[in-house]
């Protein structure tokens, strides 16, 4: 099977291998292992070296049609689209005609375009996945509302699955509840170092970009005002970002550089034992699609503090699993100091988000994978 990917990321190149943003490539990885070659269509940068967030692809047939990256931000922006448009609709007509199945990575520049294009190519199989915010009342830009649009019609999407995360009502039958993992059956180990003791340091953790959306910095805020308070509170910072200077700043302000630590971008193991010593994620975003980081702190038992946008509510029970703030400072430290007080119950919701995280594995996540891209399989 010859399967092609249509995205926005933007890779990198480096000793034979394409390099790609690393919880990207490692659930296409999944999706790769069923396939017999691989054909991508996406920004590619040789001038810049990978990240060590960055993971390379895993597969022997891969064929890269690179793109370049534009966005419609600026006038002089509009005006380079328009002229690269032509080219990169003929590279993504060129490169579906040549695939069996077809994946649109959305929603994104380069999915919109995709979602336009595979209109003409009704009889072949698609997939797309919707990693942003499917909730249909949410506040969203146009371009997403017209990909959405798109790829959930039959008729303008024939034979497509979307994989939306959470579930809502009403939708199409292109639409395909859906769900993220990044681990395996194999890390599944009895949670420690989760009880409260407020004799010993309390450790909360911030996962993910540090960007203005993510509002990196109330984590920060949040520290404060727990160490005012009279706890002992550390936090530590896993991403890079826009935002590092304001941390910084912020940090170096009010005297916390005992208490508050960046740690940039790092490899994933790293984040995976931090999350093992973390009793709460901080994590105060403003939208999401399936949020990885909340349900990676959950599998380890590290309870989220996070907002009620797209599907975390139905991630986190609408409260049984974690907290849900609206992303006032002295909100969210009142939620945290009440856990601190009530051990048993912060015992009780960290078990219960382990135990619901730990059911998507990544072994359940590539047998839902594999299903999708041989559906005839399921009837045999």
């Known amino acids: 099977m010859r399967f092609l990917v249509v995205g926005h990321v933007v890779h990198k190149y480096q000793n034979g291998s394409y390099y790609a943003y690393g919880p990207y490539v490692r659930e296409m990885n999944l999706w790769f292992k069923y396939v017999d070659k691989v054909i991508i269509v996406a920004p ?34 509009i005006l380079s689209t328009l002229l690269h448009l032509p080219g990169i609709f003929w590279t993504v007509i060129t490169a579906m005609r040549s695939a069996d199945h077809i994946h649109l990575r959305c929603p ?46 039959p008729f303008l999407a024939p034979k497509m699955k979307v994989l939306v995360y959470g579930e809502w009502p009403n939708e199409t039958e292109n639409i395909v509840p859906f769900f993220t993992a990044t681990y395996s059956e194999r890390d599944i180990v009895p949670l420690s170092n989760k009880e409260i003791n407020l004799n010993k340091e309390i450790n909360l953790i911030y996962v993910g970009g540090l960007y203005d959306g993510k509002q ?68 105060i975003s403003k939208s999401e699609g399936w949020p990885k980081v909340v349900a990676e702190s959950m599998f380890w038992g590290c309870l989220p503090v996070t907002t009620p946008v797209s599907c975390v509510p139905q991630m986190l029970d609408f409260g049984n699993r974690g907290e849900l703030v609206e992303g006032h400072v002295e909100e969210i430290a009142q939620r945290v100091e009440n856990l601190l007080l009530a051990p048993d119950l912060y015992l009780q919701k960290s078990q219960k988000a382990a135990a619901w995280s730990r059911f998507y594995t990544l072994e359940r996540f590539e047998s839902e994978i594999r299903s999708l891209i041989y559906p005839e399989s399921l009837a045999g």
């Open 44 to 77: 590619l940068n040789k001038e810049i070296d990978p990240d060590p967030i960055d993971l390379p692809y895993k597969h022997d047939q891969v064929v890269f049609f690179p793109v370049p990256e534009f966005s419609t931000q600026s006038v002089k922006n």
């Open 108 to 153: 994104g520049n380069m999915g919109l375009i995709g979602a336009l294009v595979q209109v003409f190519f009704r009889n072949k199989n698609k997939t797309a996945k919707y990693a942003g915010n499917w909730d249909r009342s949410s506040n969203q830009p146009f371009s997403y509302r017209l990909q959405q649009k798109i790829i959930s019609s």
């Open 216 to 283: 990196p910095l109330i984590s920060a805020k949040v520290l404060l005002q727990l160490i005012k308070i009279g706890y002992s509170v550390k936090l530590d910072y896993f991403g890079e970002g826009p935002e590092r200077k304001s941390i910084e700043e912020f940090r170096d302000g009010n005297g916390l550089e005992n208490s508050l630590f960046l740690h940039g971008n790092v490899k994933a193991d790293q984040v995976k034992k931090a999350f093992q010593e973390a009793h709460f994620l901080i994590f």
